[in-house]
């Protein structure tokens, strides 16, 4: 939600990158601002802090990747494969119109299968950015509550 502080944290001892808390998704560090996580000040017992708040402004753009797992950021591609499950490859991202508005990714999934990546069948995705995000969060298994829900609209 719009403000509400994110955690970032270790996976493992000596890990590369802090991950962002509460996604399905493994969302490092550098990758937080494509999902509208950003460094805002403020102020706390009479000092400016600098926290990191999701403004609700997804702007994913086109070449981004998310593994499910950290080490598809942290381990060499053989090992990474190992932890591996699904990528979800942004090939095309259009801007949000404003917060919570507008904008959106184009994606293929890709899943790992005995340590090959396998490109689904299905034709690419288009998500509005917020949905997108939505999918990072709660995992692939909400693709299908999405779906139903602009079918009812």
């Known amino acids: 939600m719009h403000g509400t502080p994110i955690t ?20 490092p560090e550098h990758l ?14 009479g000092a400016t802090v600098k926290v990191l708040v999701d403004t609700g402004q997804p702007e994913v753009t086109d ?32 801007p949000s119109s404003g917060a919570y508005g507008g904008g959106t990714v184009v994606f293929r999934v890709m899943d790992i ?14 998500l509005t950015q917020v949905q997108f995000r939505e999918v990072l969060k709660l995992g692939l298994s909400a693709m299908g509550s999405i779906e139903l829900s602009e079918a009812a609209s």
Do not use: N
């Open 32 to 45: 937080a601002p494509v999902l509208g996580l950003k460094w805002l000040d403020r102020r706390r017992a």
């Open 113 to 126: 299968v005995t340590g090959q990546v396998r490109q689904r069948l299905e034709a690419p995705r288009e």
């Open 63 to 94: 070449g981004c990747i998310f593994y499910d797992h950290a080490a598809g950021y942290e381990l060499h591609w053989g090992e990474a494969l190992k932890s591996l499950r699904t990528i979800l490859q942004v090939s095309s991202g259009s």
């Open 8 to 27: 970032f944290v270790s996976p493992f001892e000596g890990a590369k990158f802090r991950y962002a808390e509460g996604f399905a998704y493994a969302v």
